[in-house]
Structures are given as C-alpha cells and as structure tokens.
Nanobody, 124 residues
C-alpha cells in the first residue's frame, strides 16, 4: 500500500521561503511521476507542479513559475517543493500525489495516491 506523508508547511511572511517534503512508502518512488497540488478555503484543488519519474520533465502552473522548484530524490523516496518569494495568495493546504503512469500530469484525476496535506500560510 502506497502512503505519502507531507511535511514542511508552516507560517511565513510574504517574501519568505518554505521547503515542502513528501515521503513515499510502500513502493519505490521511481515507479511514479509526482505532483504537488494545493487547495485554499472555498476553492477547488489546483495543480502546482509535477515531475516525471526520472526527473527530466517538470511542469508548473503559471502563478508559481520562477518561484517554486519541484525536485525528487528517488534514493530517498522523497519529493520536494522549494517555495521562494511566497505571497499571501499561496496560502493553502498543499498535497503531494503519485501518478503510476510516470508522465506527470496537471489533472487531479491522473493521480492514484494522495497525502494528507500540509498547511502553508503566508502573512502579508
């Protein structure tokens, strides 16, 4: 059974940085493309970033390009989301997800496994 556990969220001032981690257990991380999504109160879950199983393709939503970086360490079974120059509109619960087809997708329904989420709050 695949399990995903996010960590690294917290409260930060605008302009600050956070690094989210997502640890996968139960299977080998290299079997999956991985994605990060977020959901703000009253809004739908939205795509943030994705990375292919080898890490050679990455994708970002426009609002985070140049500020966020997704990476993976298959040896450590961990995916990361480095978030710089944070803005109040980045406030949300952040979820990592695993895509068993290894391509990386912007679609929520492409992902079979989800973590429980970690709260990110950016104060102005």
């Amino acid at each position: 059974q695949v399990q995903l556990v996010e960590s690294g969220g917290g409260l930060v001032q605008a302009g600050g940085s956070l690094r989210l981690s997502c640890a996968l257990s139960g299977r080998t991380l290299s079997s999956y493309a991985m994605g990060w999504f977020r959901q703000a109160p009253g809004k739908e879950r939205e795509f943030v970033a994705a990375i292919s199983w080898r890490g050679d393709n990455v994708y970002y939503t426009n609002s985070v390009k140049g500020r966020f970086t997704i990476s993976r360490d298959n040896a450590e079974n961990t995916v990361y989301l480095q978030m710089n120059t944070l803005k109040p509109e980045d406030t949300a619960i952040y979820y990592c997800a695993a895509d068993p087809y290894g391509l990386g997708s912007r679609r929520v329904n492409a992902y079979d496994y989800w973590g429980q989420g970690t709260q990110v709050t950016v104060s102005s």
